[in-house]
């Protein structure tokens, strides 16, 4: 009797206590238990969390995007320019060589705020970058030498600014496959 008037007075109390008795009453059993992760998931989950970047790098990344762009973007404006040209004016390397140092500058603060797991674990993309950084220099030197003459040829000093923005792309390329690495998503810049 006690129990009838309690079950109408809170219709729900017997109920709860059915559902919680058991896992079985809750959730009907599927036949299959949920994999255990492999340890290579593990190494990889460990890697990922190794490598994550920090919110110091992540904004670093896009500071060095963004130059790396603008570089980029001066290059093509002065292999434009120079390509039809029998008349270079020297100003327009000067744009160039300040925007290209600027991504290189920006690009070894980037990597000098890695940490020893990150620097072991991104070591062949370190050493990709820098290549791609040494070709900077190279074809940079190679074009400053250019504009020191007296008679410089347009359609020449295209070509060495077409190769310099070559070599630029492959420096973003390596950037951007390290971000991808570190976590790092940039934004709005081509691929």
Known sequence: MIWLIVSLTCPYAPLAQRVG????????STG????TPTNSEIDDFGRAVALQAT???????AQLTKSTDAARKEAQSLAQRTENSSKVDSSAYAQLSDAIDDARTANLKFVNTFSA???????????????????????SRALSQQFEHSEINGKK??????????????FQTEQISIGNQMGIQPTGQPR
């Open 55 to 61: 919110p110091d790098q992540i904004a670093w990344f």
């Open 21 to 28: 008795r058991g896992t079985s009453a809750a959730r009907p």
């Open 157 to 170: 000093v295209s070509a060495m600014v077409q190769k310099l923005d070559r070599a630029l792309t492959d």
């Open 32 to 35: 299959t238990t949920s994999p």
């Open 117 to 139: 797991p990150q620097q072991s674990g991104l070591k062949p993309l370190i050493k990709k970058l820098s290549k791609a950084d040494v070709d900077i220099s190279k074809n």
